[in-house]
């Protein structure tokens, strides 16, 4: 119903940067806040940064400093920009929404198919 999409990833090498980009379409009435995740096997999927729709951001620790994230309420498109990376960067990143369908009464989690980033020399 609602749909997330994903680019940017790739292969970088460590101290190098990224920009991921997420574009959410379909019937959407809202999107409250859209954030980052990011998994590698044998891990939990961990919250790297999200952003309300107020402009408000959180970061993890591990990541503070170094991304930002940003958003554009008119494109319905969440940005990450990753500079100084490591290679414990390394991971699969899935794109976030929460958001509230047109003509729906709750909001609900959307998630992207994730993109590989891969921080290696």
């Known amino acids: 119903q609602v749909q997330l999409v994903e680019s940017g990833g790739g292969l970088v090498q460590p101290g190098g940067s990224l920009r991921l980009s997420c574009k959410a379409s379909?019937?959407?009435?809202?999107?409250?806040?859209m954030g980052w995740y990011r998994q590698v096997p044998g891990k939990e999927r961990e919250l790297v940064a999200a952003i309300t729709s107020g402009g408000s951001t959180n970061y993890a620790d591990s990541v503070k400093g170094r991304f930002t994230i940003s958003r554009d309420n008119a494109k319905n498109t969440v940005s990450l920009q990753m500079n100084s990376l490591k290679p414990e960067d390394t991971a699969v990143y899935y794109c976030?929404?929460?958001?509230?369908?047109?003509?729906?009464?709750?909001?609900?989690?959307?998630w992207g198919q994730g993109t590989q980033v891969t921080v290696s020399s």
């Open positions: 976030n929404a929460r958001a509230r369908r047109a003509g729906g009464t709750f909001d609900w989690d959307y």
């Open positions: 379909g019937s959407i009435f809202s999107l409250n806040k």
